[in-house]
């Protein structure tokens, strides 16, 4: 089936610092997502992009379409503790009708 | 604005014992529903979707089935669970097959 390869896997920083985390896959997307997950909660959607090049801000984060739409990443400037959490990317292939298909998180720690 | 609640947030199950978890859907009309499930450090995988009421398409063979008895309301059910069905089980819905999804708050389940 299709995968999104999402990275890193963990991120261990200080407060203060920025982060990067990117996905890429072989196939084309339609649409980018990027969710925040705290513990025991269910995903909240930060960013969404919808056209290949596309570079949206969030507050503090930033995400891009990539221009081959096979990729994005999410930027985090200036982390807080409360920036702790998973973060997912999820794509939506170009077919109408396809659900969308999560990476596998990237779990973000901050020690102040 | 639109709200999901899902119920329970938690629960504990024997083997072999049926499950029903609810997931409703309030402030729009017609939306695509989503049932998820997340097992521990785990991305989310996609069980169920539906785009209207009576329609439900499986992405995963398993002894789990999903129901859309009204617009807004999205059930998951098992007539006998398994060990390996525990975790975490996120509905979500989207206003179009290829809008952002929105996650309700999970429902932690545990099978002993």
């Known amino acids: 089936g299709q995968q999104l390869n999402q990275s890193p896997q963990s991120m261990f920083i200080q407060e203060g610092e920025d982060v990067s985390m990117n996905c890429t896959s072989s196939s084309i997307f339609n649409t980018w997502l990027w969710y925040k997950q705290d513990p025991g909660e269910g995903p909240v959607l930060l960013i969404a992009l919808y056209k290949a090049g596309e570079l949206t801000s969030n507050g503090r984060l930033t995400a891009q379409f990539g221009i081959t739409r096979k990729d994005s990443f999410l930027n985090i400037s200036a982390s807080i503790p409360s920036d702790v959490g998973i973060y997912f990317c999820a794509g939506q292939l170009s077919k109408a009708g396809t659900a969308l298909i999560f990476g596998k998180g990237t779990t973000l720690s901050v020690s102040s | 604005s639109q709200t999901i609640h899902q119920w329970p947030a938690t629960l504990v199950q024997p083997v072999g014992s049926p499950l029903s978890l609810e997931c409703t859907v309030e402030?729009?009309?017609?939306?695509?529903l989503y049932w998820y499930r997340q097992a521990a450090g785990r991305g989310l995988q996609l069980l169920f979707y539906s785009v209207g009421i009576g329609q439900i398409s499986s992405e995963v063979p398993q002894n789990l089935s999903a129901s859309r008895p009204q617009d807004r309301q999205f059930i998951l059910s098992s007539k006998k669970l398994l060990l390996s069905d525990s975790g975490f089980y996120l509905c979500a819905w989207s206003e179009v097959q290829r809008g952002p999804q929105h996650f309700g708050d999970g429902t932690r389940l545990s099978i002993l």
């Open positions: 402030g729009t009309s017609n939306p695509n």
